[in-house]
Structures are given as structure tokens and as C-alpha cells.
């Protein structure tokens, strides 16, 4: 082992989970050493519940969120496959991480977003990054359509997740919760979008079984914004609505994957409103201390939603593990944090003045 590899202790997804994934030693391995994130127990979502909750910090990823995971995979791939360029279409986060694996690669990366519909932190991590940046009048969907068009015709790598490195890359989070919490949870909660991620979750957790790691499967909850709910409601969506501007899809890629990860797992997929989830966008920034996009809170929206119709499913989570996905950082989208609390109070410098706002006495 080199210097340089003992420099880190934890050394990305690649070298950590490599028995389990499709590389090989003639594989170039392109890290920013994500995965290793934080699995985190959440007191008082757990005392709300009646369920041990843990949440998956995946804002804790290079780029601030989980699509590092399947990025480090996609793009040693397509590097090994002697590719010069890299496309995708995004809602901000997949073109964060595609535009710093392809830097790290030495990749030039093309990155389609709809116009005016991705937050600034994201925007700027794709231009900080160098990236082109083309903003497309449509929707994400529509991106979608042009960078697999793209991608057909020209000589270059979609880095989507309809590409499987992706998502092959992107179950080593459910290896990490087993080899976390020592078994599969009950249940794992998490938004969804464009479904990548439920499938990826459901065969990380299928292979943990396979191996041996954990003798249970846990239940798949996925959780859709109201105004962006495609799979809830069987239907496209042509123009989708939500503040939580990561999952604002339409016609997810990995569509039916994440309905047999419904159905075998016997989860379930269901909306959640914008209210839903910016009430607990803010409870895990202001009680659980773990500040996520608004994307992000949409699992933990469905976790709670569940638990105050306490039927059926609330039952079955009592008393035992729950894991919840939070996707990605909330430095990525502020301004939702910003409005959710109360003005700020300007004053003179002046120590008094700061005890009497403070009511110091
Ligand atoms: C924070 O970056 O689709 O269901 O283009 O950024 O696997 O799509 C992002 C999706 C959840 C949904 N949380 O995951 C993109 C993109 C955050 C996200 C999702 C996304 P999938």
C-alpha cells in the first residue's frame, strides 16, 4: 500500500466494498473517499415514533450528498472504458457529483439542468467544479430525454442512473447501515425521485442477505412529493410541483425497479405534502441537529406521517429499528432554513443592548 493510500483510514466505496462491486484490478479507481457517513440515532424522532430511529447522513458525502456513492463507480468505469466526457441532466445533485468525479477523472462533464429549478449551492458546485452548464426550457425529464439522446449519438458516458454503475455503486449505503446496526433494519424510509435510489437501497439490502450479513429484509418506504408523485399515482406527471426541488420529477428513470422494491419488500410508496415535508425539514434542523435539504426530509415526513396514523405499519416499526435516509446537505438550498425561523434582530454593537435582546441577567 502507498503513502498515499495510508493517509486516509477510510478509503471510499471502491476499496472499502470492492468484493461487492463490479471492478476489477485493472479498474482506475476515481475517489473522493465517499461513503463512510454517519448513522446517527435520532432521540427524539425514535421518542415520536415509538421506533429506534437512525438517520444515514448522506450530506456527508465529498459533494454533500449520496449520489457520490454512485459516481466514484460510474466514473472509474467509464474511465476504464477509455471515456473522455461525461453527460447528464440533473436536478443539482447528480451534477455536483458528476462534475467533481469528472475533475478528479481529468473528464470533461456536460450537465443539463432545467432553467431556473435547481438550488444556487448546487449551481455553484457544478460551475466550481468546471462543468458546462447548459440550462435547458423544460423540465428534468425533458434533460433526461436530451442526455440519453446525446449520449446514443455522440461519444460520450451518461452518468445518469439509468447507467447500472450507478446504482451498483449506490448500494453500498445498505452495506454500511448493516455493517452499522449489525442487521438490516425493520424499516428503511427515504425520499424518492427518480428511484435510483430505493432500488439501490433494496439490492444492497438483497446482497447483505445473500451474504450473509443480516438475516432480515427490511420493509421499503418511499416517500414522493404531493405535487411529484408519479409512482403514487400510476401516471407521469408533466409539470411536477414541490419546494423540494431535488425530487421535482416526473417520470422517474427506475420506475418499476422501485415498485418491485415496493412489492417485494412489502413496503410501501406515498406522497407527502410540501407542509409535511418542510415541518420536518425543520424538526431535524431545530431538535435532531441534522440540517438537510428539503428533499431530503421527505423519508422522515413519511416516517412521522406513518406514525400518526398509527395503523398497521406504525405497529410493526414499534420498538424496533428504523433507518432514514437523509440524501443531502442543507447547505445546498438555505433558503428554506432562512424562512422556516424567526427574523433575525438587528441592534448597535453594544454589550447591553445584546444582554437585553439576549434577556441576560
Ligand atoms: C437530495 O440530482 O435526481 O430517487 O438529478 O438530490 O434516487 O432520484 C436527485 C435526487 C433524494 C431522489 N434526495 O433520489 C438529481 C436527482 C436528494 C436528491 C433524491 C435526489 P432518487
Known amino acids: 500500500m502507498s503513502d498515499i493510500a495510508l493517509a486516509t483510514s477510510w478509503r471510499g466505496v471502491i476499496e472499502e466494498f470492492r468484493d461487492q462491486l463490479p471492478v476489477t484490478t485493472d479498474t482506475p479507481v476515481i475517489t473522493l473517499c465517499e461513503g463512510g457517513t454517519p448513522l446517527l440515532y435520532a432521540p427524539h424522532l425514535s421518542e415520536l415514533t415509538g421506533a429506534q430511529v437512525y438517520l444515514k447522513v448522506e450530506g456527508a458525502n465529498p459533494t454533500g450528498s449520496f449520489k457520490d456513492r454512485g459516481m ?18 440533473s436536478t443539482g445533485n447528480t451534477a ?40 435547458v426550457e423544460g423540465s428534468v425529464d425533458d434533460c433526461l430525454v436530451l442526455a440519453t439522446q446525446l449520449s446514443e449519438k455522440y461519444s460520450v458516458t451518461l452518468v445518469n442512473s439509468v447507467n447500472p454503475y450507478r446504482i451498483a455503486g449506490q448500494r453500498t449505503a445498505a452495506l454500511e ?13 427515504l425520499p424518492v425521485g427518480g428511484a435510483g435510489n430505493i432500488t439501490a437501497y433494496w439490492a444492497g439490502y438483497r446482497q447483505a442477505h445473500e451474504l450473509g450479513w443480516s438475516t432480515r429484509l427490511p420493509m ?37 425497479s422501485a415498485v418491485a422494491a415496493r412489492d417485494e419488500s412489502g ?31 421527505a423519508g422522515v415526513a ?22 432514514c435516509t ?33 434577556t441576560l441577567h
Not at 466514473?75 to 453527460?87: F, N, R, T
Not at 413519511?302 to 433507518?323: D, F, I, K, Q, W
Not at 422556516?340 to 435582546?357: E, F, G, R, W, Y
Open 267 to 297: 413496503g410501501l410508496i406515498a406522497a407527502v405534502s410540501d407542509e409535511q415535508i418542510l415541518a420536518a425539514h425543520r424538526l431535524l434542523s431545530s431538535v435532531e441537529a441534522v440540517f438537510v435539504e428539503p428533499a431530503s426530509a
Open 72 to 89: 466514484t463507480l460510474a466514473v472509474s468505469k467509464a474511465v476504464e472504458a477509455g471515456s473522455q466526457a461525461l453527460v447528464c441532466s
Open 220 to 256: 421499503m418506504c418511499g416517500f414522493q412529493a404531493a405535487g411529484a408523485a408519479p409512482i403514487v399515482r400510476d401516471e407521469l406527471v408533466v409539470n411536477p410541483q414541490t419546494v423540494a426541488s431535488a425530487i421535482r420529477i416526473g417520470n422517474p428513470a427506475s420506475w418499476s
Open 326 to 358: 437523509v440524501t443531502g446537505n442543507g447547505l445546498k438550498d438555505p433558503e428554506w432554513a432562512v424562512r422556516a425561523a424567526p427574523p433575525s434582530v438587528v441592534i448597535a454593537a453594544d454589550v447591553q443592548l445584546a444582554a437585553n435582546v439576549l
Open 302 to 323: 413519511g416516517l412521522l406521517a406513518v406514525a400518526e396514523a398509527s395503523g398497521a405499519t406504525a405497529e410493526r416499526l414499534r420498538g424496533h429499528s428504523v433507518v
Open 177 to 189: 447501515v448493516v455493517e452499522q446496526l449489525g442487521t438490516a433494519p425493520a424499516a428503511h424510509f
Open 96 to 135: 455536483a457529483s458528476a462534475a467533481a468525479y469528472a475533475t478528479r477523472a481529468g473528464l470533461t462533464c456536460a450537465v443539463l439542468l432545467p432553467r431556473a429549478a435547481v438550488a444556487a449551492g448546487k449551481v455553484a458546485q457544478a460551475l466550481a467544479f468546471g462543468a458546462t452548464l447548459l440550462e
